[in-house]
């Protein structure tokens, strides 16, 4: 039994009848671990309790498996990050659906916002110079809970109005969940419509965010590449550029080159590149061909990964570049930063 504030009806998730999950390694019991969870995000305790009202309990799971690709209609929350989880499951017509849960305020009460955010504008001066986003993240808590005690903000709303001063002023708005979640490749906005992804695990999904109009789309893109420092107008149509975690973005401005409106693609690179290793044990390559690269870098001959749009080429060539002498000096010229080396005597340049 979990208990609501005062006022608040309280929720058991804890009643006997959940089963474990016979196709995957998560689970539908509540355990003590996903209590905890709970208890400190309301927002996701409300729609679990929802979901079990509905008779549609998820599969709880932690971290996912590739052994969950075999599941043909899966319906599981994970998390990427606290306060952000993800649920995947199917719709009535059995097409796989991609739901962030966030705490996100509800709309009459987003006026907040604008009050919040007009202060902090107010009180940040030069002594305000963040070095990084943990930085940035230090002064905006501060702020807000000066904000807090000067506008009067109910406590309960705390939690919320963080998230969404975060997702406008340091993360990715919208896009916050996509970009935390380790499991997409890529995230795809094609327009007025929901925003798609490819999840590693279970292909292309459809997410239950989008754009409901083309200033709307419009307005996002703008704001997203002037954060990251490649403004799109009309003269410059088309941006290729890197997020501040390393992602690869695509933007493309405008009605006059796309007939659909400004569309965006995401490629989303892991922090920590992939093995050779790793790549055989997934049929990427064999050991012979992994023998042979490692016997053509070390003779110093040249190689060259060639393929279509993402079939593994970065992939490849970050992991085989394991193979190059540590004491080597080695020199990477980019249009967008994607190469991630493991050697210390490198000079990463850009074009």
């Not at 992939?315 to 980019?334: G, H, Q, R």
Request: aromatic content about 8%; charged content about 25%.
């Amino acid at each position: 039994m979990i208990e609501h504030e005062e006022g608040h009806t309280p929720i058991c998730l804890t009643s006997p009848g959940f089963i474990k999950c016979d196709t995957c390694t998560a689970q539908r019991e509540i355990t003590e671990e996903w209590l905890k969870i709970l208890e400190r995000n309301r927002h996701l305790l409300e729609y679990i309790s929802k979901l079990k009202a509905q008779g549609r309990m998820p599969c709880l799971a932690k971290t996912l498996s590739r052994d969950m690709a075999k599941i043909r209609f899966p319906n599981l929350i994970y998390p990427v990050g606290d306060p952000v989880y993800i649920h995947i499951y199917p719709r009535e017509d059995f097409v796989l659906m991609y739901h962030p849960i966030e705490p996100r305020l509800p709309p009459e009460e987003r006026v907040i916002v604008n009050k919040v955010e007009s202060y902090i504008m107010k009180m940040i001066d030069e002594k305000y110079i963040p070095r990084n986003i943990k930085e940035k993240e230090e002064i905006l808590d501060k702020l807000l809970e000066d904000a807090i005690r000067r506008l009067r903000i109910d406590r309960n709303l705390y939690d919320m109005l963080k998230y969404e001063l975060y997702c406008n002023l340091i993360g990715m708005g919208i896009l916050e969940p996509f970009i935390r979640d380790p499991y997409l490749e890529d995230i795809s906005i094609s327009g007025i419509g929901p925003i798609f992804v490819h999840h590693k695990i279970f292909g292309l999904l459809e997410s239950t965010v989008g754009f409901r109009s083309y200033d709307e789309v419009d307005k996002f893109i703008i704001r997203l590449s002037e954060r990251i420092g490649k403004p799109v107008s009309i003269r410059r149509a088309i941006v290729d550029a890197t997020l501040p975690d390393g992602s690869r973005v695509n933007i493309v401005y405008g009605k006059d080159i796309s007939l659909r409106g400004s569309n965006l693609t995401i490629r989303k690179f892991p922090s920590k590149p992939m093995s050779i290793i790793e790549l055989i044990k997934l049929g990427t390559l064999n050991s012979t061909i992994a023998a042979y690269l490692w016997m053509a870098l070390e003779n110093g001959l040249s190689i060259f990964f060639v393929g279509s749009t993402a079939s593994g080429k970065t992939t490849n060539l970050n992991a085989s570049t394991t193979f190059i002498n540590p004491n080597w000096k080695i020199v990477s010229i980019e249009e967008v930063a994607e190469v991630v080396l493991p050697h210390p005597n490198w000079i990463r340049e850009v074009v």
